[in-house]
């Protein structure tokens, strides 16, 4: 498995960044972040999980309980959604480094989504978790030029499960949804790391990538957020939550007194949900996208 490259001299240089996601389709930040501040989110976020047995509080994966699999599973788990909730998980992309560093990518209208989601992932066991597919986030949320952010909340050796990128994958036909194969993926050049607390990879929401398998016997923990220009219409779920009575922005009620909240830009449009349900062609400001077509179905793409 190839090494991520590491941006982190560049993170004041835009056009290197830009350059560099239009040819790789990710960014890898080693150290960008307060490591104090990351492992507040990642001690809070084991305490809650540990509380509701889902490891110990030294980390190991505790066998008896063996919690949700997945993140759609986690929502429904109140340990999860208790973690998920906590203001010191919220905060980290609201920090200067991060924020700073995407608006310089995106423009000064970026934002990242409410919602935040929390990846407690279990030693490998029978159940895959979603994580672990091969997939490109455009296909769930359909917004132009999106970015993810990951960030690992403890140490995550590859070992451990830490997140893959296909390098150049953005520019060409979305592979079909597998689990990635460690074996092949090294043939095909997928790259990972060694993450360190600090650390972040942004990747584009046409880049393939996937979950390393957990082959440790911790609960490995991770955050992963997307951001986008309010240039472009955001999904009305990922703004007000997944909920019918929908009464403000997610997490408002919860973290808007905190001195480090942001509102989503007022100046906001929405798509229609039932857009998952129609067609749409994807395009980029940073690289030309092969002609991509979403439709209900499927995905085609056909190069121009
Ligand atoms: O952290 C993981 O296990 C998967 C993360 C992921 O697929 C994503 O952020 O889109």
Known sequence: MRTLTDSATHADDPDTLRARLAVDGYLYFRGLLPPDVVVAAGAEARAMLAARGWADTEERHSGATPGAVDAREAVGDPADRRAAGWPEFNRLPYLRPLRSLVRSLLGEDAFSYPLKVLRAVHPEGD??????????????????????????????????????????????????????????????????????????????????????????????????????????????????????????????????????????????????????????????????????????????????
Do not use: K
């Open 127 to 304: 159940r895959i978790p979603q994580g672990r597919y091969v997939h490109q986030d455009y296909m769930g949320l359909v917004v132009d030029d999106m970015l993810t952010s990951w960030i690992p909340l403890m140490p995550i050796p590859r070992q451990l499960g830490g997140l893959a990128v296909l390098p150049g994958s953005h520019l060409g036909a979305p592979p079909p949804v597998h689990v990635l194969d460690v074996d092949r993926a090294e043939a095909e050049g997928w790259a990972s790391t060694d993450f360190s607390i600090g650390d972040v990879l942004l990747f584009h929401c046409l880049t393939s990538h996937a979950a390393l398998p957990n082959l440790g016997d911790q609960l490995r923990l991770s955050q992963d957020c997307r951001w986008q220009s309010a240039h472009h219409p955001a999904p009305e779920r990922v703004i007000y939550g997944p909920r019918a009575e929908r009464d403000g922005e997610a997490m408002h009620r919860l973290l808007g007194s905190q001195p480090w909240w942001e509102p989503v830009p007022a100046t906001l449009r929405f798509q229609p949900d039932d857009l998952r349900d129609g067609r749409t062609v994807a395009s980029s400001r940073f690289f030309p996208v092969a002609y991509l077509e979403r439709w209900a179905e499927g995905v085609r793409t056909h190069r121009l």
